[in-house]
């Protein structure tokens, strides 16, 4: 059974220890594959599928991290990378590319889908800032949980759990249970649970990061927009309805407010919302509020755009 839904204003306790989370990790439920399309902009930590398949309309392979298979200006400018490893002797990557390079280098075999390639790299990174900053730095907590999002989008669920910990340990030792970072990491826990079909500990970790976000930011603020963007899609896995769309509609305030009625975020809200109608059978709604999504992604992103273009397939099909 679902935990009960937090009032606007509740602030849930933080857990007594991040090992609290660990006894979540193990999830009776099969894992839940929905593909979807990048979003409009870059996202600080990884979307699960069900977010990207609720908001952004499309179907074309990507990445599980929510960006599209790609490389930065600046690798696309310098062509394809090559990164290989040897055994047998004591080369190291950073021999190669230098250490300030590295991550760049990770993230943008990363995003060509080049996993295997690119969590060398990280690896290689975490052991150097391991040995030259210790076990207890934030640089340290930023390679474990580069290495967890690595893992993630090779859907190595349990290994990536276990570097997610790791990085939120020393956040909230460094930062303490409260800061953004502390939150971001709790964000990819959730994430991980959700994929591995743990929605009651998924909702259990969104409503402490939504008790962070309050906490940090206040009630009229993109990223409390993203935690109710997050728990409505959550709820839209299990069928709960009703409740996803209290959600939403909290997260389309939030937008309206902070980014404008004719924001390309405005309109994925308005998109997932009817989506939730058109699953309920309210058909006069679920075309209404299409509609909606349709008008502001025709002004904002233009007629051709896909999401434009699957909005407008999805409302046509209500018509139909």
């Known amino acids: 059974m679902m935990s009960a839904m937090p009032a606007r204003d509740a602030v849930v306790p933080p857990p007594k220890a991040p090992e609290d989370l660990m006894e979540l990790t193990t999830s009776p439920f099969g894992r839940r594959a929905m593909l979807g399309r990048k979003p409009m902009y870059e996202k600080k930590d990884i979307m699960t599928r069900s977010v990207r398949n609720i908001l952004f309309a499309g179907n074309e392979d990507l990445d599980t991290s929510g960006r599209s298979v790609g490389l930065d200006s600046s690798a696309r400018t310098s062509g394809d990378l090559d990164i290989s490893t040897r055994s047998g002797d004591n080369f190291s990557i950073l021999e190669t590319v230098g250490e300030n390079d590295i991550a760049d280098t990770a993230d943008s075999l990363r995003e060509q889908g080049r996993y295997e390639e690119a969590l060398v790299l990280y690896k290689e990174a975490l052991d150097q800032k391991l040995e030259t900053k210790g076990k207890n730095h934030r640089d340290t907590a930023e390679a ?177």
């Open 144 to 320: 474990y949980f580069k290495v967890a999002n690595v893992l993630f989008s090779q859907e190595k669920y349990d290994e990536a759990m276990d570097n997610y910990q790791k990085a939120l340990k020393i956040r909230i030792k460094v930062h303490g249970w409260d800061h953004e970072s502390t939150a971001d990491t709790y964000n990819s826990i959730a994430n991980v649970l959700q994929n591995q079909g743990n929605f009651e500990g998924a909702m259990r970790v969104h409503q402490l990061i939504l008790s962070i976000r309050l906490k940090k930011v206040g009630r009229e603020h993109p990223d409390l927009a993203d935690s109710y963007t997050n728990m409505a899609c959550l709820l839209c896995d299990q069928h709960e309805y009703a409740e996803a769309l209290v959600m939403f509609q909290r997260a389309l305030g939030i937008r309206i407010s902070t980014v404008g009625p004719d924001h390309a975020d405005t309109a994925a809200t308005h998109h997932g919302m009817a989506t939730v109608y058109k699953e309920q059978s309210k058909i006069d709604q679920a075309r209404t509020t299409y509609k909606k999504a349709l008008d502001i992604r025709q002004k904002c992103l233009g007629a051709d755009h896909e999401d434009t273009i699957k909005t407008q397939k999805l409302l046509d099909e209500l018509a139909a």
